[in-house]
Nanobody, 120 residues
Framework: QVQLVESGGGLVQAGGSLRLSCAAPGSIVSTSDMGWYRQAPGKQRELVASITYGGSTKYADSLKGRFSISRDNDKNTVNLQMHRMEPEDTGVYYC??????????????WGKGTLVTVSS
């Protein structure tokens, strides 16, 4: 079982910035797509942003221009830089990664989530 470890969540005022990081275990061989999802209270989990191994990115339409995703392939880490944050950005943010599992190919794993709270 691969455990992704998120960090960087917390409380921030509206208009502020926050940076989330996620690290996959050093024992893994490689990752394919990595990304961030979030789940607001009472809502379904939704895609925030994703990034391929080659660096191609995808964002939720409502977040373009405020959030930026990046990754370090050598360290198997993915980061989410969030700017001009809004109370609506409040939620639990989950890291997701497709991890190479040998004969099984790439398997999808989730982190436990990190809470982000944006105060108005």
């Amino acid at each position: 079982q691969v455990q992704l470890v998120e960090s960087g969540g917390g409380l921030v005022q509206a208009g502020g910035s926050l940076r989330l990081s996620c690290a996959a275990p050093g024992s893994i061989v490689s990752t394919s797509d990595m990304g961030w999802y979030r789940q607001a209270p009472g809502k379904q989990r939704e895609l925030v942003a994703s990034i391929t191994y080659g660096g191609s990115t995808k964002y939720a339409d409502s977040l373009k221009g405020r959030f930026s995703i990046s990754r370090d392939n050598d360290k198997n880490t993915v980061n989410l830089q969030m700017h001009r944050m809004e109370p609506e950005d409040t939620g639990v943010y989950y890291c997701n990664a497709a991890v190479w599992a040998g004969v099984l190919g790439f398997m999808n794993y989730w982190g436990k989530g990190t809470l982000v709270t944006v105060s108005s």
